[in-house]
Nanobody, 124 residues
Framework: DVQLQASGGGLVQAGESLRLSCIVS????????IGWFRQAPGKEREGVSS??????????ADSVKGRFSISSTRDNAKNTVYLQMSSLKSEDTALYFC???????????????WGQGTQVTVSS
């Protein structure tokens, strides 16, 4: 079964950091770009960051540029993509999802597989 399992969310204060993890299994991880998306209450889901299948290209949304970064560990034992979030703000509060796409893109419609989401809450 294809699975993307996001974890690492929690309740933090503004200015603190969190690292989200997305563990991928059930498909050829090396052939897929992985993206992070988030959805705040009452708002549409938006892209946050993505990393290409060979890790040579990354994208960070302007709203989090300079505060968030994406990285990955691609080996047979641990296929994981990380979203390091620093200097968190209240507006970063959202349910964060990871997803997989067979093309490098930041557009949600191209992402085929989605994880269940992990909640990030930032108190001000």
């Amino acid at each position: 079964d294809v699975q993307l399992q996001a974890s690492g969310g929690g309740l933090v204060q503004a200015g603190e950091s969190l690292r989200l993890s997305c563990i991928v299994s059930g498909f050829s991880f090396a052939n897929y770009a992985i993206g992070w998306f988030r959805q705040a209450p009452g708002k549409e889901r938006e892209g946050v960051s993505s990393i290409s299948s060979n890790d040579d290209s990354t994208w960070i949304a302007d709203s989090v540029k300079g505060r968030f970064s994406i990285s990955s560990t691609r080996d047979n034992a641990k296929n994981t993509v990380y979203l390091q979030m620093s200097s968190l703000k209240s507006e970063d509060t959202a349910l964060y999802f990871c997803a997989a796409s067979d093309i490098p893109t930041k557009q949600q419609q191209h992402y085929t597989y989605w994880g269940q989401g992990t909640q990030v809450t930032v108190s001000s």
